[in-house]
């Protein structure tokens, strides 16, 4: 019963399906055909059915996007309606708003495309845009170089794989290979029979002597083989028993490196030359790849293929030549000269294989009758031959085939006499109208005509001779404008200089006078001229620098300072006789600049003429009858030369007609170093009435009182000078001195404290602050004043120098670095750093040092390193130590040259009574030994 009531599965897929039933529907897969279907396939239900199954399910139909749309109007609802004017205003009024809105970012937007463009092609740019130039340039090839370009061939040259096979080893092999290596130590059964080991001496005694004889015999063929003189065989090796070890010497050992980079240079060579046969360079670079390989056969064999490839190209012929010995040298250029005949190179190099001058000769015209119209080849010729009158014709030769030559018509002018030279350069310069070289050549032969005229000559014809000289390179720099060749001047003064070192100063002025107005504005002319003349001196160029100032002197006669300068140039440069002409005529143009007569008086006084420098005052004395400086200058000659009652009688003189201050204080100067204290107290006296603001007398006063002992009437003339003359320190430090030499540092103190009050941030009142304070109250006391006068002056020097040397030995150089920033390179602080060096036997660099602190002066009115006596004592005195003779004289010199006139120790002795008409060069001795 039970089974009876069980459903029957087997009924269920034999009932028939739904009316609504579609296969696959629910999957999505209504309506395929399988490959089962494809006999008697169904189709698929209709839209109906599909759309009739759906609402069953509950689910809603697809929308038809298409069901709105008129069926007559086919683009839309509103299409078949009026187009008005009112609709075609709104249209355009809603275009020009988005033409509007889309060129608000219409710039931004290209910019960034055409940003992102240029991105694009510069990171993949196309093939056709890499190769556009070669496209381009193809325009340019010709249908013979077209079919000149050979077939591209194979050069990848890949090798196919080899494939390694391996074989089977017998066992035999392998139990042979293992028992190699083993001893037997056992012996057979004949041996053991016999009793012992068999051997060859068994069957008779040993022979010793024939197997040494055998023995040399083999070592002496060997040694014959190598040294090559064995005569059993009748040959011979290529060794050269001398010269063996030195080619041992000479071989180049390769690494594995550099030979496979000449392995692949080789390739490439290879392939650049069977692509390119015509390319010489090619066959040059291959070439000396193999001289660098070593390989000189391979070398000469592809340089020989080169010359036959490429017959028009020099340099292979001489590359040839090169990898070849001297008589296959000849051979090659023989060859050589057949295909390139015109290449002066090729004749030049096959004349350097002669080693004979005939042989030479011979080449060289045989080189010019094929290339007349060489200027090198006439040269080279020239200079070949040994006798003047060979050489003389075949310039004149040359002249005629190549007239164009400026050197060879120069060449020939040097040869002839000086009336056939003038002939000579008349030709050349019709010849070469535009040539500036050949003027000058004629206005040096002129010089030189002028200057080999005898005693017989009258003055006048000698210069006239020379007036001839300007006259041609005037006419030179005329006839070159009128051919339109237009030097500029400085061009010009180059040939000037030129000219001067060639020995041809006067062609060199005459080239100034011509062409120094050049190109110049008038108001720039001095200027200029100042400039061409420091110019020239700085390139050594002393008689063009000359020159120039001469012509400026003529424009500018009244002008001081270049007469100053024509005189310094004579001074140092010239001789005593053109210095003192130079000064004569400055002081004709210049009778008022009181300088040129004081420098015309000094150096005829230096040169020995006393009575000559008295007559150059007297003039001065005419010309400038008040002059301060001229008055003191002759009361300095004369008490020079001992005419001391003479020189009294010219300052009586000088205070009745000048009455300056500085003529009373010499008064009593002079009065003074007399011994006459009492005529120079009332002579003091005197001027003080007139002049009682003048410091310097309070000084001398206060001074010969104190020398006196009578410290009171000092103290009082101090007290009255410093209330005089608050402004003047070094009144204020002759009073703090007095006080501490009488024993009152307290007061000394106190007056320089009142002295820095009137006079704030003055290093030499801080100087001797800190001086007094070292002498009596300690190092730390001084220490702390030397710091209060720094942060006072703050780039002081002396106050640096002082600083550096209070300080223990380790840490000087550190203060001396910090000196040098803040002082700006002051020169007292570069000879402290000299110094530094010298105390650590560093005495090159002490010298370098000691050079940089006294630099030259380069104008009178600037103060440096060089007017400071203080530092030239202290380089004579280092050089003293570690110098030579030599050095030391060089200090003395260039301190004479630079008259020092500053420096605490240099004024003290130079002022000092004692030393009285001292030079500077003594004065320089002494203070070397005062420093310390």
């Not at 980079?261 to 010489?280: E, G, V």
């Not at 020169?827 to 660099?845: Q, S």
Request: net charge neutral; glycine share 6%.
């Amino acid at each position: 019963m039970a089974s009876n009531n069980k459903p029957n599965k087997l009924a269920f897929l034999s009932m028939p399906a739904p009316a609504s039933y579609v296969a696959g529907l629910g999957r999505g897969a209504s309506g395929f055909t399988t490959r089962s279907d494809i006999g008697p396939a169904r189709e698929g239900p209709s839209a109906e059915v599909i759309a009739e199954a759906q609402a069953r399910r509950g689910e809603e139909p697809e929308v038809d996007p298409d069901q709105f749309q008129d069926p007559d109007n086919e683009y839309g609802l509103f299409a078949g309606t009026a187009y008005e004017q009112d609709d075609e205003e709104a249209d355009k009024i809603y275009e020009a708003v988005d033409q509007a809105m889309d060129a608000r970012r219409k710039a931004h937007r290209e910019a960034q495309e055409q940003q992102q463009v240029a991105k694009h092609r510069a990171e993949r740019p196309k093939i056709q845009q890499q190769f556009a130039d070669l496209k381009r340039g193809l325009s340019a090839v010709t249908d013979e170089e077209w079919e000149s370009i050979p077939e591209v061939g194979n050069l990848t040259k890949r090798k196919r794989p080899k494939y390694e096979r391996s074989y089977a080893v017998s066992d035999s092999i392998l139990v042979g290979d293992r028992s190699r290596g083993e001893y037997e130590n056992s012996l057979d059964s004949m041996q053991q029979q016999s009793g012992g080991l068999v051997t060859p001496a068994d069957s008779g005694p040993t022979n010793f002597v024939e197997i040494g004889q055998a023995r040399d015999k083999i070592l002496s063929l060997k040694l014959d083989q190598v040294s090559g003189t064995s005569t059993s065989s009748g040959l011979s090796t290529s060794v050269d028993p001398k010269g063996y070890l030195t080619s041992l010497n000479s071989v180049i050992l390769k690494s594995d490196a550099e030979i496979g980079d000449i392995k692949r240079a080789r390739m490439l060579f290879d392939s650049l030359i069977k692509s390119n046969p015509k390319h010489a360079p090619g066959w040059i670079a291959a070439a000396r790849l193999e001289e660098h390989a070593g390989r000189m056969v391979a070398a000469r064999k592809l340089i020989k293929q080169g010359c036959e490839q490429c017959p028009k190209s020099e340099d292979v012929w001489l590359e040839a030549a090169r990898l070849h010995n001297n008589d296959d040298a000849k051979v090659i250029f023989a060859n050589a000269v057949q295909h390139v005949g015109q290449s002066v190179k090729i004749w030049l190099a096959a004349a350097d294989l002669e080693h004979d001058g005939k042989a030479k000769r011979r080449v060289l015209r045989k080189a010019l009758e094929h290339i007349p119209n060489s200027v090198r080849l006439w040269k080279e010729t020239v200079n070949l031959e040994t006798a003047a009158s060979d050489a003389r014709v075949l310039l004149s030769r040359a002249v005629e085939v190549i007239p164009l030559s400026v050197e060879l018509w120069l060449a020939l002018a040097q040869l002839e006499t000086l009336d056939k030279a003038k002939a000579v350069l008349n030709k050349a310069r019709k010849a070469i109208p535009t040539s500036h070289e050949i003027w000058i050549a004629a206005g040096r032969l002129l010089e030189q005509e002028a200057s080999l005229m005898g005693t017989d000559k009258t003055g006048a014809e000698k210069k006239k001779a020379l007036d001839m000289v300007d006259k041609t390179i005037e006419a030179g720099v005329r006839e070159l404008r009128r051919h339109g060749v237009l030097l500029t001047r400085e061009q010009w003064l180059k040939e000037a200089e030129k000219c001067e070192t060639q020995g041809s100063v006067l062609t060199s002025e005459a080239i100034v006078k011509a062409t120094i107005a050049m190109d110049v504005e008038e108001e720039d002319r001095l200027d200029t001229w100042i400039d061409d003349a420091e110019g020239a001196l700085s390139r050594n160029m002393v008689g063009t620098a000359r020159s120039v100032l001469a012509y400026a002197l003529k424009v500018f006669p009244d002008k001081k300072n270049l007469w100053i300068r024509a005189a310094g140039l004579e001074k140092a440069h010239g001789t005593s006789q053109s210095l003192d002409a130079i000064l004569s005529e400055a002081v004709k143009h210049c009778p008022q600049v009181e300088v040129l007569w004081l420098m015309a008086a000094k150096e005829r006084w230096l040169a020995g003429n006393v009575e000559g420098a008295r007559d150059i005052l007297a003039s001065a004395f005419d010309a400038n009858k008040e002059s301060e400086k001229i008055w003191l200058a002759a009361v300095k000659l004369e008490a020079e030369n001992g005419h001391l009652d003479v020189a009294r009688e010219l300052l009586i003189r000088a205070r009745t007609t000048a009455d300056t201050e500085r003529i009373w204080m010499k008064s009593a100067t002079f009065e003074r170093q007399q011994g006459q204290l009492d005529a120079a107290l009332e002579t003091i006296a005197t001027a003080l009435k007139k002049f009682p603001k003048f410091a310097k007398l309070y000084m001398i006063q206060g001074q010969i009182h104190q020398s006196q002992n009578n410290f009171t009437t000092a103290r009082a003339s101090f007290a009255a000078g410093y209330k005089a003359c608050p402004k003047e320190p070094t009144l204020w430090i002759l009073a703090s001195r007095l006080e501490e030499a009488d024993g009152k540092s307290i007061k000394a103190r106190a007056l320089l404290d009142k002295a820095r009050q009137v006079n704030p941030s003055n290093e030499l009142l801080w100087a001797e602050a800190v001086g007094v304070e070292e002498r009596s109250g300690g190092p730390a006391q001084a220490k702390a004043m030397l710091a209060r006068g720094l942060q006072d002056c703050p780039t002081s020097g002396l106050l640096w120098t002082m600083s550096i040397w209070l300080e223990p030995r380790p840490q000087r150089k550190t203060r001396a670095l910090d000196a040098l920033k803040k002082s700006n390179d002051n020169p007292m602080i570069i000879c402290t750093v000299a110094r530094l060096f010298w105390a650590e036997r560093k005495i090159e660099k002490a010298r370098q040092w000691f050079q940089r602190a006294v630099p030259p002066r380069p104008d009178d009115s600037v103060d440096t390193g060089a007017d400071i006596g203080d530092l030239w004592g202290w380089w004579l005195k280092f050089e003293r130590q570690h110098g030579t003779e030599e050095q030391r004289e060089e200090v003395r010199v260039k301190c004479v040259a630079a008259e020092p006139h500053h420096g605490i120790v240099w004024q003290a002795v130079a002022k000092d009574i004692k030393n009285n008409g001292k030079s500077t060069k003594e004065i320089l001795e002494m203070v070397a030994d005062v420093l310390q």
